[in-house]
């Protein structure tokens, strides 16, 4: 990855995880700004190739995470910068950043549930929402409290997450 393309990464990166931490919210403005970096820098610097990455990657974001928001188990802020990401790295590199993400985020999570007591309540939540899903049918609407904006809920920050993760990548995956 081009040191352009890291220090774009870095940068939206650290700001979008503080925000999510510090507010719960990344800002839209980061997130629009991230896309038009990275679709940007990659075609000013690769050309039609770094157009095509960019492009890839951030539809590949949201080819992922998109259905996640419909479900109500992610937000769109979540969604955005993902997208924002994918767009700086490309598709390949934004696989390896979302698996990143997604192996602290079950750590974090398996963390969260231990220190919160909610372990059975937790296999209960995910039984619903596999049911729920199998039968094609929305897993909040039978139970409010699994739409991750209800008050009941409990989230981790996922920009957060997508922070370090991408931190993690450019120290030991990225030389």
């Known amino acids: ?22 507010t719960r919210r990344i800002p839209n403005w980061l997130n629009t700004s991230g896309v038009i970096f990275g679709i940007g820098l990659n075609a000013l610097f690769l050309r039609g190739d770094g157009l095509r ?6 539809g590949l ?22 997208s924002a990401i994918g767009a700086i790295v490309g598709p390949q590199t934004w696989l390896s950043l979302f698996l990143t993400t997604a192996i602290l985020g ?5 963390c969260l549930i231990v220190a ?5 309540l937790t296999l209960a939540n995910v039984s619903t929402i596999a049911n729920e899903l199998v039968h094609c049918r ?9 739409d991750v904006h209800d008050r009941r809920a409990v989230g ?18 990225c030389r």
Do not use: E, Q
């Open 1 to 22: 990855m081009p040191p352009f393309l890291k220090i774009t990464l870095l940068l939206v990166a650290l700001i979008g995880g503080w925000a999510d931490l510090r």
């Open 53 to 58: 990455l960019a492009l890839a990657g951030c």
């Open 61 to 82: 974001a949201l080819l992922i995470y998109v259905p996640l928001y419909l479900i109500r188990a992610m937000g769109a802020g979540d969604v955005k910068f993902m």
């Open 106 to 110: 079950g750590v974090a999570s398996v």
């Open 116 to 120: 919160r007591g909610r372990f059975y």
């Open 138 to 146: 929305l897993p909040f609407h039978k139970d409010p409290s699994l």
């Open 156 to 173: 981790l920050p996922h920009g957060a997450l997508i922070a370090i993760s991408a931190v993690i990548f450019l120290a030991f995956f």
